[in-house]
C-alpha cells in the first residue's frame, strides 16, 4: 500500500507531464488541467490502497480515459447547440489554439547559451505543432513510449490495443514527424 508521502510524491512527478501530454491532446488549457485534476484526484480516491508501483500504470490509464470522456462530452455539446451560434466561431468551430506552453529554462540546463535556447525554443514550439497534426492514436502512442518513456507493452495496456499496434502507430507518427520537421529544416 502506497504511503500517502509516496502518493504525493508521485502525483508531484508527473504533474506537469500529464498536463502537457492532455494539453497535446485538447488543446485548451483549462480542460487540460481539470483533466489532470480530476485524473490526479480518481487515482487517490480510488487505488490509494495499491502499491506505489502501480500508481504510474494507473495514473496514465485514469489519464486516459479522463482524455477521451473529454471528447465524448465535447462531441455531445455540439451536437445539443449545433444551430446555437454563439457556441461556435465564424467557421462553426470551436477555438482550440492554445498550445504555447514551453520548457522552462532550467529544465532546458542552465549552461545553455541565449542563442541555444532560444533555437531550442523555436524547434520545440515546431515539434509541437506537428505533434498537432498527428492523427490521436499516433499522438498517444508517441507521447507515451517516447515522452513519457513507457515500453512496448504499457502503451498498449494503457491505449486498449495490441502491442503491434502501439509499434505501427509509433512507425507512422516517427516517420510523420520526421518528415515534417526536415521540411521546416530540423534535423536529428
Known amino acids: 500500500m502506497a504511503t500517502p508521502v509516496e502518493i504525493s510524491d508521485f502525483l508531484k512527478s ?11 491532446h485538447v488543446r485548451n488549457e483549462e480542460s487540460a488541467l481539470d483533466i489532470v ?7 487517490v ?5 495499491k502499491g506505489a508501483e502501480e500508481l504510474p500504470m494507473l495514473f ?27 457556441f461556435e466561431d465564424q467557421q462553426g468551430d470551436i477555438d482550440l489554439d492554445a498550445l504555447g506552453h514551453l520548457l522552462s529554462a532550467d529544465e532546458q540546463g542552465s549552461h545553455a547559451s541565449s542563442e541555444n535556447q532560444a533555437q531550442s525554443a523555436q524547434t520545440l514550439r515546431e515539434i509541437e505543432q506537428e505533434l ?3 492523427p490521436a492514436r499516433q499522438r498517444e502512442a508517441f507521447l507515451l513510449r517516447y515522452w513519457e518513456e513507457m515500453d512496448v507493452a504499457e502503451t498498449a495496456s494503457i491505449m486498449g490495443c495490441s502491442q503491434g499496434s502501439v509499434k505501427t502507430h509509433c512507425f507512422r507518427a516517427v516517420a ?8 521546416r529544416g530540423i534535423t536529428p
Open 14 to 24: 508527473v504533474e506537469k507531464r500529464a498536463f502537457k501530454r492532455s494539453l497535446y
Open 37 to 43: 485534476q480530476d485524473s490526479m484526484m480518481k487515482l
Open 45 to 49: 480516491e480510488h487505488y490509494s490502497h
Open 60 to 86: 496514465q490509464r485514469i489519464l486516459s480515459n479522463a482524455t477521451i470522456d473529454w471528447f465524448r462530452r465535447q462531441q455531445t455539446h455540439r451536437e445539443r447547440f449545433i444551430n446555437l451560434d454563439d
Open 132 to 134: 498537432q497534426n498527428l
Open 176 to 183: 510523420a514527424l520526421s518528415k515534417a520537421l526536415k521540411i
